[in-house]
Nanobody, 119 residues
Framework: VQLQASGGGLVQAGDSLRLSCAAS????????MGWFRQAPGKERDIVAAISTSAGSTYFADSVKGRFTISRDSAANMLYLQMNSLKPEDTAVYYC?????????????WGQGTQVTVSS
């Protein structure tokens, strides 16, 4: 499985941004997937996740109500819609995948895409 994230950029606080993750090698519908972020000097943390059936989603408390995770099976893409962005959302964002939602570790990672939110 190969993942490629894109869509980052420089925006102002309150703006919206949509990150995309293109998958190859396996259908996104067969993968549990997630978005992580890492700010300078901090650990990489999970932001959002979606199960294989999309019946389960998870959002970090810091992004609940502002971010949504979705996927397009036809395009084999994963998305992260980010609304009402805050300066503290500034980080490198990564998409990741694992074979089951219950697996402890994400086995596949894309390269990061930088999101910078100015105040």
């Amino acid at each position: 499985v190969q993942l490629q994230a894109s869509g980052g950029g420089l925006v102002q606080a309150g703006d919206s941004l949509r990150l995309s993750c293109a998958a190859s090698g396996r259908a996104v519908s067969s993968l549990a997937m997630g978005w992580f972020r890492q700010a300078p000097g901090k650990e990489r943390d999970i932001v959002a996740a979606i199960s294989t059936s999309a019946g389960s989603t998870y959002f970090a408390d810091s992004v609940k109500g502002r971010f949504t995770i979705s996927r397009d099976s036809a395009a084999n893409m994963l998305y992260l819609q980010m609304n009402s962005l805050k300066p503290e959302d500034t980080a490198v964002y990564y998409c990741a995948a694992k074979l089951t939602y219950s697996a402890s570790d994400y086995a596949y990672w894309g390269q990061g895409t930088q999101v910078t939110v100015s105040s």
